[in-house]
């Protein structure tokens, strides 16, 4: 497989020898994931952005590496959801992702049940810095799709960041 060189020469070269490296890769396993192929159209359409004066180079490397720090993010959400139901499969247990309750908002709640959800930020055991949605009522894990309507802020299961990590 190819290297790109140490050093940052400029986004047009770094996504150039990026998608070198990521077709050469692919070929060895015989496909492309849809992810890849829609963050390096996303990386070209940066490129032309900053080629045609449209956009400053510092802005859409930043860009950039939010689009890649979300796709790693989701993609470590993704494992470690199946690493949780892998782990309850092995102990016998179903996986813990916590279900909506059925039961109206004016009865009574019961904690067995998640009713609301909120982002939990993390560092996960690679030390990146992660977001899952939790229930609020067990502390379990959820499905993203149960948090999408809120911001991620880490203020109900705070865990403070490391200095230069945001």
Known sequence: MSQCGDVYTGLEETVTCAKKSRMEYCETQDECSAQGNEFY????????????????????????EQKFSNAVTKRNQGIGMMLGAASDAFAGSQPSYSKPATQPQNTQKSLSHDYDWDWDGFYNANEDWVWMCRGIQTGQFATPDNCRNDFKTDSRWYTPRKTGDY
């Open 41 to 64: 159209a996303y990386a070209d359409y940066l490129v032309y952005m900053v080629n045609t004066n449209q956009m400053a180079e510092e802005q859409a490397k930043y860009l950039l």
